[in-house]
């Protein structure tokens, strides 16, 4: 009888403990509205037509600049309130590289209800993506990584993305070699076509809306000083030399610009072979350019010195050479510098 007593007034007890306690489950099913914003803050609630969007970039790991590719393991997720809509079944990546390389898994099989009335679900990507990589200030170039998405049925009319609170987050073990990564964005705007894609029923031309995770890169400028300009600056250092040694040494002069010349030519094709065939110059063709220009000048200034050794002229002084030597360096500083900087500011 006493254990009996006893069980019962436990249980009592332990019945009014547990109602006292909010029930939260692990995967967050007994939460309340309240208890949200108490955690997040303010929460918006999609409208009717609107679909709440966000993303998470699990990881990026390298850049193929030849075709402008990169790997991306992106998460997606979206809320909405219109329960005769699924945005998961509708929306599209626009700018896939390989189509038939990406894998894709959607965490429910029937879309959840949150706690404010909407609906959420959440897919996982991965597979390769491409945008255009502006090269002009390469190797001091800046990107942006993008993952773009639009709807591919429902225009902006019916359907609009608005950015979630948490919007465009990364995995903060991301590590891009070779570059410094910078503050993730969700960038939201409507995309206009100027075709009805041959739809009859639709004759008038629309926009759709585009959801757009945007990731800014770019290469230290250290990394690049270190890498591109000293190589340059030394093998010009060199090829400039040559108008240090004495003119009654033609042969040692000429092989000195020759071979500068040689070593600068090789170390192009070897830069210019991880690059992709663009139209327009890019910073680095403007440094060899530059000391082609620089080594072409020191090469005829020797030529030009072995005519007047010939013709015994008098007028030949190895002074002026190493002054125009200085003027040469200080040059080179000008040139490069002005390069550098016009592509770093």
Avoid at 49 to 54: F, K, M, Q, V
Avoid at 162 to 190: C, H, M, R, V
């Amino acid at each position: 009888m006493t254990a009996s007593l006893f069980r019962f007034i436990f249980g009592l007890a332990a019945a009014w403990i547990l109602s006292a306690v909010p029930a939260f489950s692990q995967d967050g099913e007994g939460y309340s509205l309240a208890d949200v914003k108490s955690i997040l803050g303010d929460v918006r609630t999609p409208e009717l037509g609107e679909i709440l969007i966000g993303g998470y970039l699990n990881d990026v790991q390298t850049i193929d600049l030849v075709t402008h590719s990169y790997p991306g393991d992106l998460y997606v997720w979206f809320r909405w309130t219109d329960p005769d809509m699924d945005p998961l079944t509708t929306f599209e990546f626009m700018n896939f590289y390989d189509p038939e390389a990406h894998i894709e898994s959607v965490l429910y099989d029937e879309p959840q209800e949150m706690p404010d009335g909407s609906f959420y679900n959440i897919l996982r990507h991965q597979g390769q993506f491409s945008t255009v990589m502006p090269l002009g200030r390469y190797p001091f170039d800046k990107q942006v990584l993008e993952f773009v998405i639009e709807d591919a049925e429902f225009g902006s009319e019916v359907v609009n993305y608005i950015a979630d609170s948490q919007g465009f987050e990364i995995n903060p073990d991301i590590s891009l070699p070779g570059y410094n990564i910078g503050k993730p964005e969700l960038i939201i705007s409507p995309k206009p076509y100027k075709t009805i894609f041959g739809d009859l029923s639709n004759p008038e031309t629309g926009s759709y809306s585009r959801a757009t995770f945007a990731l800014p890169i770019a290469r230290p400028v250290q990394t690049g000083l270190i890498k591109f300009v000293l190589p340059i600056a030394l093998i010009l250092t060199c090829a400039g030399l040559a108008l240090a040694v004495h003119p009654d040494h033609t042969d040692a002069r000429i092989g000195l610009v020759i071979t500068s010349l040689l070593t600068l030519v090789a170390l192009q094709i070897t830069t210019s072979a991880a690059l992709p065939d663009v139209g327009y110059l890019m910073l680095v063709d403007q440094v060899y350019i530059t000391g082609y220009g620089l080594i072409l000048f020191v090469l005829l200034r020797v030529v030009s010195g072995t005519w007047r050794v010939e013709s015994d002229d008098d007028i030949i002084d190895s002074r002026r050479d190493k002054k125009l030597l200085r003027w040469l360096g200080l040059l080179f500083v000008v040139l490069m510098g002005g390069l550098i900087l016009s592509a770093i500011l």
